[in-house]
């Protein structure tokens, strides 16, 4: 296990980004340091092959996985991949200040504290947030430590290894989507600062991440995220999974207010559907639970921290579609969520790709684009 894991954790060249998620599978290829889109593709997860971040079959994933490289005409096949945030457990712990070298011996004794299983069936990471060389003796260091049961992380390295891939990094989502933001997490030198929240809302889960420039305070995954909007509307109106899904994507609104009255106009749905207010009812106490599991972290995070406000907010994934949910999160917290444009810092041929439809699935590949970016900057 020891040879698989340095395999995992260091990346050796460029590498393809692959998001392995419970409603899609994703696949982004960079090249350059400063990087250029190859080719993406995007194919659906079928229904029930991903579970709360379990693998259900691991030979059906790579054979979803073949297709899905197949589609995208690529010949890599190094992948820098993530995974789901209900297998992962992120902390940042303090410990007295020490040596890398030394850190390393002791951190799985630290990190035993932190984590509710055996610490023998983990795969455990860390890094370190502040250079030991700066610290004075008797000083404490903040340090980052992700681990994840040993199975689930030998489970998608032999879904890809069987897809004819090479995983070179195992990442982890919130950190990956977090890396199409660089430019707006680091002011220019002097500058204060700014304080983030990012958050992201994906099939299964969703996740907040707090940082200081691109210092992270603060990790949190929430039990709400898109499925439950799903459910409840297949739920309400007697509906398969896939047709409450279509029936979200085309017709569902986080919020009913005044504002909202042209564009219940224009969503004015078929004689057999139910309308726009109706699906609102079915997915409203699923909002509430959403919206006061956010501020209940955000409460949290400036108490903890003693951060009366945040300097800027930013949404993303695929769950993060929903119409009105943006706004929905602004009004209610008080803070502007920004959408995030993970193509913004990739070269793109508009003679090979539709601008439009990359800005269309932007919410969708913020982290896949992470992961690609990590995959050409080869950070181990």
């Not at 593709?41 to 197949?70: F, M, Q, S, W």
């Not at 699935?361 to 992470?370: C, N």
Request: aromatic share 6%.
């Amino acid at each position: 296990m020891g040879s698989l894991l340095s395999n995992l954790l260091h990346s050796r060249s460029e590498a393809l980004g692959l998001e392995v998620g419970a409603a899609n599978l994703k696949l982004v290829e960079l090249s350059g340091r400063s990087p250029q889109l190859r080719t993406y593709a995007i194919r659906p997860t079928p229904p029930g092959l991903l579970h709360e971040g379990l693998i259900a079959d691991p030979n059906a994933l790579a054979a979803e996985i073949r297709e899905l490289v197949k589609e995208a005409r690529t010949k890599k096949r190094a992948v820098v991949t993530a995974l789901a945030n209900e297998v992962t457990i992120t902390r940042i712990i303090r410990v007295p200040r020490m040596e890398r070298k030394e850190l390393e011996e002791a951190i799985r004794w630290e990190a035993e504290r932190y984590i509710p299983f055996p610490i023998e069936e983990v795969v455990l990471d860390f890094d370190l947030l502040d250079d030991p060389s700066e610290l004075e003796e008797g000083e404490e260091m903040e340090v980052v430590i992700a681990a994840a049961k040993e199975e689930t992380v030998v489970q998608l390295a032999e879904a890809l290894f069987a897809a004819d891939l090479d995983p070179v990094v195992v990442d982890l989502k919130p950190f990956a989507g977090l890396r199409t933001l660089a430019p707006r997490l680091s002011p220019p030198d002097g500058e204060t600062q700014p304080v983030t929240v990012y958050l992201e809302v994906g099939a299964e889960s969703s996740s907040l991440v707090f940082l200081r420039g691109e210092r992270p305070l603060l990790v949190r995954t929430l039990r709400v995220a898109g499925r439950d909007f799903t459910q409840a509307i297949a739920r309400a109106f007697g509906l398969e999974p896939e047709q409450a899904e279509e029936l979200k994507r085309e017709y569902a609104l986080a919020t009913l207010s005044t504002e909202d009255e042209e564009a219940l106009i224009e969503l004015e749905s078929p004689k057999d559907r139910p309308s726009p207010a109706e699906i609102y009812d079915a997915i409203r106490t699923i909002l509430i639970d959403f919206t006061t599991e956010v501020r209940r972290s955000l409460d949290f995070f400036k108490t903890q921290f003693e951060e009366d406000n945040l300097d800027q907010a930013f949404i993303a994934g695929g769950g993060s579609k929903l119409k009105g949910l943006k706004g929905l999160l602004s009004d209610a917290l008080g803070i502007n969520f920004m959408e995030i444009d993970p193509w913004e810092t990739i070269k793109i041929d508009t003679n090979r790709f539709d601008e439009g439809l990359l800005q269309e699935l932007g919410p969708e590949f913020v982290v896949p684009v992470g992961l690609a970016i990590r995959g050409v900057n080869r950070v181990g």
